[in-house]
């Protein structure tokens, strides 16, 4: 499978992979250099030179309620479990119960903000989804926040809970995949620093130099949508 034409003015790709990967196959980052500079976008322009600086961290909001409906769930699949009407209600509602037996959930959320073909944002989305699971696993834990490995330097926070959304921003689409691997390491360092008070965990996450959560990071502000689904199997 190689990069496309035709769907977009800087680049477009295709895939289908359901495991982690390097998405240098998919993406290279000097060939859409050449064409935003062919293009003269002022907009692409613009990202070219915000690529020169820091990357912004990846917006989180975390919530640790036990709403079946939270920042985590996808905005489909909310929809069909609140429409009881719906042919695919039952189907949803499956669907969150077996949410809630994971300790982690979390998704990735796109706008048209980051673009306006289907395909980027799609795109984008898989790239931050595969580093996060990457981030993840180097540092022990499974795509669920479940603990893989006991000797690693994390497993003495334990299992990573609570409901994640990540937003994809125009820096996910203009950088290296090496960037957005860095920058969902540190969307993981929030959420571990968020996970409930242990002293610790604390100790732990202060060995590793962490900072404290700044104004990137954003807490479940308002009461989730409810539905009655008995979350617990009962």
Same mark, same amino acid.
């Given at each position: ?89 039952? /189907? ?49 834990? &499974? ?15 334990? &299992?990573?809970?609570?409901? /994640? ?13 090496? &960037? ?24 732990? /996450? ?29």
């Amino acid at each position: 499978m190689t990069p496309t034409s035709g769907c977009l003015s800087l680049a477009t790709v295709t895939f289908h992979e359901s495991t982690l990967f390097d998405d240098s196959r998919w993406y290279d980052s000097s060939q859409q250099t050449a064409m935003i500079r062919r293009t003269g976008s002022p907009a692409a322009t613009a990202g070219l030179t915000a690529r020169k600086t820091a990357l912004p961290p990846l917006r989180l909001r975390i919530d640790h309620t036990s709403n079946p409906i939270n920042w985590s769930t996808s905005t489909r699949l909310a929809k069909l479990a609140q429409d009881e009407r719906h042919p695919l209600s039952e /189907v949803a509602a499956r669907q969150l119960r077996i949410h809630a037996t994971h300790p982690l959930n979390w998704h990735v959320a796109t706008s048209t903000t980051v673009s306006r073909s289907s395909c980027v944002r799609n795109w984008a989305r898989r790239r931050v989804q595969s580093a996060f699971k990457a981030a993840l696993r180097e540092r022990g834990w &499974d795509e669920h926040g479940r603990v893989l490995d006991q000797s690693r330097e994390f497993a003495a926070v334990g &299992d990573l809970k609570g409901w /994640v959304r990540i937003n994809v921003d125009q820096p996910v689409v203009e950088s290296t995949f090496a &960037d957005v691997k860095a920058r969902a390491a540190k969307a993981l360092q929030l959420v571990i620093q968020k996970q409930p008070s242990s002293s610790r965990m604390r100790s732990v /996450v202060s060995d590793q130099g962490v900072s404290r959560p700044g104004a990137s990071y954003s807490l479940f502000e308002r009461t989730a949508s409810r539905i009655s689904i008995n979350t617990h199997g009962k």
